[in-house]
C-alpha cells in the first residue's frame, strides 16, 4: 500500500526537509501541495514536481486521491485544519507544536479518533540515534539510578514583530512552545510522565511572548528534568544530559549526536549523528502505522502530555511573580 500525502503549508519546513521526506520515503507518494499563496505555492510544486496544487485546505481535505495530510502551519491553525482533515477521513501528521492549548489537543485527538484515522505529532527528535542510546543507557543501568535530565536549547534568530513564532495569538508562546517543547517530548520519552511542573517565563521586551523559559519537572518515577530555552542569544548550546547515581551522558550538540558517557570504568564518547534528513524516520514511522495499523510512535495523546507541561508553565510563571 502506498500512502498518497497532501502537504498543507509550504513554508520553512516544508521546503527544507517534509517534502524531500515524503518524496523519499519507499511507502509514501506526495500527490498534493496547498498554500493560500499562488505563486510560491507553484513555486514549492514545481521545485518538488508535486502534481496536485490548491490554494484551499477545504479542497484538499475533500480530494480522494489522498490519504494522509502533512500540516505544516503556523500552531494556531493546528487544531482546526486537523479536526477537518479527520472529518473528511485523512490521516494527520501535524507540526509541533502539538496545538495551541491542551483544550485544542483534546479536540484533535478525539476528532481522529472518531473518524478512526491516525494522529501523530512531529516531534521528529524521538528518532535520533543518540537519544535512543540515552534510552538504552538509562534502561540497562550503566548510568545507576536515573536522578536527572537537564537541557538547554535556544534559537539565536532574533524573530521580528510580525513573525507568527513571537506573537502569542497565532504561535501560543515564544521559545518555550517553538523549541522547548522538542526536549520537554524527549523528556516525556526518557524518564515519563511529569507529576509536578514548576516554572519561570522571562517577557520579551519586544514581543507579546517569552523569550527566556525555565522549567523544572518532577516525574512520577521520582527524577528531575530542568529545561532552559532562549530566542535571540548569540551562543546557547544544544545540551542534553542524563545524570545518574553511577554515570552521567552529555550531548554537547543534539543536533550533531556525540555523546559523552562518565561511569566508573572512565570516559569515553560514542558518535551517534541523526539522519541527514531529520523528518524522514518520522514519515517512515508514520506511514508503517497507517499500513501496519499500529499507533504511530509519536501520538496525539503524547503530543497532549507536552502541551500539558507547557500549559503549567505559562500558568505557574504568571501566578507565581511577587507583586
Ligand atoms: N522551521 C523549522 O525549522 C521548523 C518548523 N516546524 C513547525 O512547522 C510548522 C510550520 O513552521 P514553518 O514552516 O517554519 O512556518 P512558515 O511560516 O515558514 O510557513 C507556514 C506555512 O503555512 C501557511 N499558512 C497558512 N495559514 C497561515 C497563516 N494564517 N499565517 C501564516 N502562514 C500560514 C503559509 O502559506 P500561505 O500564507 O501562503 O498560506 C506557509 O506555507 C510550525 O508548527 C513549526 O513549529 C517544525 C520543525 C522545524
Ligand atoms: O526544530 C526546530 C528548529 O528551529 C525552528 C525555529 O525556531 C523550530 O520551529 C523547529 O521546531
Redesign the pocket.
Known amino acids: 500500500m502506498t500512502i498518497r500525502w497532501g502537504l498543507l503549508?509550504?513554508?520553512?519546513?516544508?521546503s527544507?526537509?517534509v517534502a524531500d521526506a515524503i518524496i523519499a520515503d519507499e511507502r509514501s507518494e506526495l500527490v498534493a501541495a496547498c498554500?493560500?499563496?499562488e505563486h510560491?505555492?507553484q513555486d514549492f510544486a514545481d521545485r518538488f514536481n508535486i502534481p496536485t496544487r490548491l490554494t484551499s485546505a477545504e479542497q484538499l481535505f475533500a480530494r480522494e486521491d489522498l490519504d494522509a495530510i502533512y500540516i505544516?502551519?503556523?500552531?494556531?491553525?493546528?487544531c482546526a485544519q486537523t479536526i477537518a482533515a479527520a472529518e473528511a477521513g485523512k490521516h494527520v501528521l501535524v507540526?509541533?507544536?502539538m496545538a495551541y492549548s491542551t483544550a485544542e489537543c483534546q479536540r484533535m485527538i478525539t476528532a481522529c479518533s472518531t473518524a478512526k484515522v491516525t494522529l501523530g505529532v512531529?516531534y521528529y527528535r524521538r528518532f535520533y540515534p543518540v537519544v535512543l542510546r540515552l534510552a538504552e543507557l538509562i534502561a540497562d543501568g550503566s548510568l545507576g539510578r536515573p536522578l536527572s535530565i537537564l537541557a538547554t536549547t535556544g534559537n539565536p534568530k532574533r524573530f521580528p514583530t510580525e513573525d507568527?513564532?513571537v506573537v502569542k495569538a497565532?504561535g501560543g508562546g515564544g521559545p518555550l512552545m517553538?523549541i522547548g517543547s522538542h526536549r520537554l517530548d524527549l523528556f516525556l520519552q526518557l524518564f515519563g510522565r511529569p507529576r509536578h511542573v514548576q516554572a519561570a517565563c522571562a517577557p520579551s521586551p519586544e514581543h507579546d511572548t517569552e523569550d527566556m523559559a525555565s522549567l523544572l519537572i518532577e516525574f512520577e518515577n521520582g527524577c528531575h528534568g530542568v529545561l532552559q530555552c532562549y530566542f535571540g542569544t548569540l551562543d546557547t548550546p544544544d545540551r542534553l544530559e542524563v545524570i545518574g547515581t553511577d554515570g552521567r551522558a552529555t550531548t554537547e550538540d543534539l543536533n550533531a549526536g556525540d555523546l559523552t558517557i562518565i561511569t566508573a570504568d572512565g570516559r569515553r564518547t560514542e558518535s551517534h549523528p541523526p539522519h541527514a534528513n531529520l523528518h524522514a524516520p518520522l514519515i517512515s514511522d508514520f506511514s508503517d502505522a497507517i499500513v501496519s495499523g499500529r499507533p504511530p510512535i509519536v501520538t496525539g495523546e503524547l503530543g497532549m502530555a507536552t502541551n500539558e507541561m507547557m500549559a503549567i508553565a505559562y500558568r505557574e510563571s504568571s501566578g507565581n511573580r511577587r507583586q
Open positions: 503549508g509550504c513554508g520553512d519546513i516544508a527544507k526537509r498554500r493560500r499563496t510560491l505555492l505544516a502551519t503556523p500552531v494556531f491553525r493546528h507540526e509541533k507544536p512531529a507568527w513564532r497565532l517553538d
